[in-house]
């Protein structure tokens, strides 16, 4: 079976921090991307971050909003991700869905999705 499982949302003060994580397993495909995308309320589903898990030396994609605040890493197996988030913002409310694709514009897999939650 093929999935992808979510972890590390929850409720948070402005400012403060949380990590998520994805673990894929049970692929098909060859998975070559990883990342994150969130969907706030009333709003469309954007990227928040994707890398390049075929390669160490892979860049990943911000979009702007979380540039200098969110860094997206991988485990040494290349089937997990996480999102490291700091310096939170009530804006950054959400629920944030994993991403594991054959390639950077392809969609593969999704996660359940874990709520994101910035008081303030």
């Known amino acids: 079976q093929v999935q992808l499982v979510e972890s590390g949302g929850g409720l948070v003060q402005a400012g403060g921090s949380l990590r998520l994580s994805c673990a894929a397993s049970?692929?098909?495909?060859?998975?070559?991307?990883m990342g994150w995308y969130r969907q706030a309320p009333g709003k469309q589903r954007e990227l928040v971050a994707m890398?390049?898990?075929?390669?160490?030396?892979?860049?990943?994609d911000y979009t702007d909003s979380v540039k200098g605040r969110f860094t997206i890493s991988r485990d040494n197996a290349k089937n997990t991700v996480y999102l490291q988030m700091n310096s939170l913002k009530p804006e950054d409310t959400a629920v944030y869905y994993c991403?594991?694709?054959?390639?950077?514009?392809?969609?593969?897999?999704w996660g359940q999705g874990t709520q994101v939650t910035v008081s303030s």
């Open positions: 991403s594991a694709r054959p390639n950077r514009y392809t969609p593969g897999l």
């Open positions: 049970g692929s098909i495909f060859s998975i070559n991307y």
């Open positions: 890398l390049n898990v075929g390669y160490i030396g892979g860049s990943p």
